[in-house]
């Protein structure tokens, strides 16, 4: 694997021990930068299948009342040991049109990246959708 900023693919790789919802046999991916992104956007891909990825969103920045209740069993699992060891993102779907994107606020990521382990939580709460419109209009 290739190195960047001194640091394997490997290291920075995030282990999703349950998987991601339609995808339960992939297990690492790495979290990179997209050009113009900034902390907002994000992309997310598989360990050794560079073709296997996702646009994530940092949801709070469209969504400043998004309120997930991370369940204490989740947060425990990724070894954080107060809620703010973890960073929540979302999986962002991106369309042609770039102002019809939305994010799933229903089934947020949630990340530790003190331990490197991630999950994704299905939210019991019915306020969220996987559709959210990122864009008013």
Do not use: W
Request: net charge negative; charged share 25%; hydrophobic share 40%.
């Amino acid at each position: 694997m290739g190195e960047a900023a001194g640091f394997s693919l490997e290291e920075k790789a995030f282990e999703f021990s349950p998987g991601i919802y339609g995808f339960p046999e992939v297990k690492r991916f790495v979290v990179t930068e997209i050009p113009g992104g900034g902390d907002i956007f994000k992309l997310m891909v598989a360990l050794g299948q560079p073709d296997l990825g996702f646009t994530l969103v940092y949801p709070f920045a469209f969504f400043p009342d998004y309120a997930p209740d991370i369940p204490d069993a989740d947060v425990s699992e990724l070894g954080a040991e107060k809620p703010d060891d973890i960073l929540v993102m979302c999986i962002a779907n991106v369309p042609e049109q770039f102002k019809d994107a939305t994010a799933n606020l229903k089934a947020p990521l949630v990340f530790n990246p003190y331990t490197r382990k991630a999950r994704q939580v299905i939210l019991a709460d019915d306020r969220y959708t996987t559709r959210h419109r990122l864009f008013k209009g």
